[in-house]
Structure formats: structure tokens, C-alpha cells
T-cell receptor, first 116, second 116 residues
Framework: GAVVSQHPSRVICKSGTSVKIECRSLDFQATTMFWYRQFPKQSLMLMATSNEGSKATYEQGVEKDKFLINHASLTLSTLTVTSAHPEDSSFYIC????????????FGAGSRLTVL | AQKVTQAQTEISVVEKEDVTLDCVYETRDTTYYLFWYKQPPSGELVFLIRRNSFDEQNEISGRYSWNFQKSTSSFNFTITASQVVDSAVYFCALSEAQRGRRALTFGSGTRLQVQP
């Protein structure tokens, strides 16, 4: 149990276009999902906390207008990178927390974004 | 603020050697969780262990063992008789349960290379 699916796993886009990444909890409900970004050979940095039915909470330094997060259901959160630039090229990973119970986080397999 | 420090950036060992990955953390909370994850070249995060702050018992799982020392705020990870398949980046992470902040703060990671 506790599987998180992330799609797409890899995406290449042109500069200036928008890219949407989906994070789905397949067998549990997740009121909260987290989006992380990992640049090459660096650690994972929390970008934002996605709350079902409400606005996402962004970490300091993360542009909310550039990284649009939507958490419309208990099993799906999406991250849209708007007007992508080469510096947005990164590995984006989501994680989901069960609605109840102990502090258990399940991570998706990640999405590697390359902006040309 | 919470912080996780993994002072070892890269470690290289020869197969069958034992290796210890260090992790030191900082937190204001009395209740928190500590984690270790493995990230192979494919990028997905593989969960290894979760430990809560009230459980200082060391744990062994096969070739893996963890030493939690609350007095020194350390949560070190030892791989016994290392194998080439252990080559990966290992992350130590912390979440502060009391403040409901279930997002993880990651250390910078330790890249382990096990040579045949």
C-alpha cells in the first residue's frame, strides 16, 4: 500500500512553455502533498505544501506565480511550471501524507524536467 | 529552525568494507522523526528507516544498522560488508511532528561509491 505515482517521469520542453507534473496517491487519500526540487548533485529542497481544497503554502524564495500548485482532490496534486526557463531544469519530487495516522510520507519516483 | 547536516559529501570504499554515514540534526521540538533514504542513480527515493525521538533503541536490518544518540543529536547509519549495489546517495532527513510540519528537511546527502 501507500503508492504515489508521478507523471511524467521525464519531460523536455522549450523555454517559455508551461509544463504540468501530476502527483497521485493511488491507494490512499492525501490531504497534504509536498513538492520538492532537487538540482544536480544537491539535496532535496521543499518548494511548497499542497493542501486539498485550499491554497498551497510556498517556502521562502519560491515564486507562487511561477510554480502553480493545484490540489483539487484527495488523490491528486499538480505542479505547473509556467514560462519555463533553462534554470528551472531540475528533478521535481512529490510526496504525500496520509490523511490520518502517524507521520508517514511516501515519495513519487520524481519528474526530470529539462528546459531547452 | 530545523537543520540536518551530513558532513561527508562523498565516501568511497571497497566491497565488503563497513561504512558509516554520519547525520547530525538540530531541532527545537521534543517530538520529531528522523529518516534515512537511499537515492540510486535512477532518482527515486527509497525509504530505509524512520525513527521517532522517543525511541533511542538502535536498529539492525540485515546489513544496515542505525545508531540514534539523542545526547549528541546524531543518527548515524552503518552498512556492514558493503556491496556494489549499495552505491547511491544517502539522505538523512528530519520532520518536526509537534508543529504538524510533516514535510521533511533533508541533509545535503552523502554519495557512497562501493568499488568492486
Amino acid at each position: 500500500g501507500a503508492v504515489v505515482s508521478q507523471h511524467p517521469s521525464r519531460v523536455i520542453c522549450k523555454s517559455g512553455t508551461s509544463v504540468k507534473i501530476e502527483c497521485r496517491s493511488l491507494d490512499f487519500q492525501a490531504t497534504t502533498m509536498f513538492w520538492y526540487r532537487q538540482f544536480p548533485k544537491q539535496s532535496l529542497m521543499l518548494m511548497a505544501t499542497s493542501n486539498e481544497g485550499s491554497k498551497a503554502t510556498y517556502e521562502q524564495g519560491v515564486e507562487k506565480d511561477k510554480f502553480l500548485i493545484n490540489h483539487a482532490s484527495l488523490t491528486l496534486s499538480t505542479l505547473t511550471v509556467t514560462s519555463a526557463h533553462p534554470e528551472d531544469s531540475s528533478f521535481y519530487i512529490c510526496s504525500a501524507s496520509r490523511s490520518s495516522g502517524a507521520n508517514v510520507l511516501t515519495f513519487g519516483a520524481g519528474s526530470r524536467l529539462t528546459v531547452l | 529552525a530545523q537543520k540536518v547536516t551530513q558532513a561527508q559529501t562523498e565516501i568511497s570504499v571497497v566491497e565488503k568494507e563497513d561504512v558509516t554515514l554520519d547525520c547530525v540534526y538540530e531541532t527545537r521540538d521534543t517530538t520529531y522523526y528522523l529518516f534515512w533514504y537511499k537515492q540510486p542513480p535512477s532518482g527515486e527515493l527509497v525509504f530505509l528507516i524512520r525513527r521517532n525521538s522517543f525511541d533511542e533503541q538502535n536498529e539492525i536490518s540485515g546489513r544496515y544498522s542505525w545508531n540514534f544518540q539523542k545526547s549528541t543529536s546524531s543518527f548515524n547509519f552503518t552498512i556492514t560488508a558493503s556491496q556494489v549495489v549499495d552505491s547511491a546517495v544517502y539522505f538523512c532527513a528530519l520532520s518536526e511532528a509537534q508543529r504538524g510540519r510533516r514535510a521533511l528537511t533533508f541533509g545535503s546527502g552523502t554519495r557512497l561509491q562501493v568499488q568492486p
